[in-house]
C-alpha cells in the first residue's frame, strides 16, 4: 500500500489510529506519573494506557503501512547499524519510524505492559500490601520516564538532523516525501 501524496509534496504517514494512540499514551502516562492521588484517577489512567497499547498491538499487525510492527521492528543488527550511523552523521531518513525510534515503540509498549501488570497486581488480595511489587510499580514507571526522555531526544536530535518537525507530523500525519 502506497502513501497517499499530496499535492504539496508531502505524504500521510501517521493514520488517525497511530495519532490517537500516540497522544492518548502521552496524556495517560504524564496522568497517571504525575496523579497518584486520587488513587482511582490514577488507576482510571493506568487503564487507559494498557487499553490503548492493545489496540496498537492488533493494529501492528493489521493497521497500515507504516503503523505495522513488519514496517518499523528491526532487528538487533539493523538498530545497531543505525545508531552507528546516526554517530557518524550518516543515518538514512525514514518516511515511518527509523529503527532506532522502532526500538523504542517496542520498549515503551513493554513497559506500559509491565507497568499496567504491576498496577493491576497491586490490586489483588494475594499481592494487598506486598512492598517489592509496588517498589517494582514505581521503579517500572521511572524507567519508562527514563525511556520518555531518550524518546522526546531522539525525536529533536532527528527532526534537526533532517529538518522536519517530528511533532507536526504526528499530530498532522503528514511528512514531507
Not at 33 to 42: T, Y
Not at 62 to 82: I, K, M, N
Not at 162 to 177: Q, S
Request: proline share 3%; glycine share 10%; aromatic share 10%.
Amino acid at each position: 500500500m502506497m502513501e497517499a501524496l499530496e499535492t504539496d509534496g508531502t505524504v500521510r504517514v501517521w493514520d488517525p489510529l497511530v495519532r490517537t494512540f500516540h497522544w492518548t499514551l502521552v496524556g495517560a502516562f504524564i496522568g497517571a506519573f504525575v496523579l497518584d492521588d486520587p488513587r482511582r484517577l490514577h488507576e482510571m489512567l493506568g487503564y487507559i494506557a494498557v487499553a490503548a497499547v492493545a489496540v496498537r498491538l492488533i493494529w501492528g499487525f493489521v493497521g497500515t503501512r507504516h503503523a505495522r510492527f513488519a514496517d518499523f521492528v528491526p532487528r538487533p543488527s539493523t538498530f545497531f547499524s543505525y545508531l552507528g550511523d546516526s554517530v557518524r552523521g550518516r543515518e538514512r531518513r525514514y518516511l515511518g519510524h527509523n529503527p532506532a525510534g522502532g526500538a523504542m515503540v517496542v520498549a515503551l509498549i513493554t513497559m506500559v505492559v509491565l507497568l499496567g501488570l504491576s498496577g493491576w497486581m497491586m490490586s489483588l488480595d494475594a499481592f494487598w500490601g506486598a512492598d517489592w511489587l509496588e517498589e517494582a510499580h514505581e521503579t517500572l514507571a521511572n524507567l519508562a520516564v527514563g525511556l520518555v526522555v531518550l524518546h522526546v531526544a531522539g525525536v529533536i536530535w532527528e527532526s534537526r538532523r533532517h529538518g522536519e518537525n517530528l511533532v507536526a507530523a504526528m499530530i498532522t500525519g503528514v511528512k514531507r516525501r
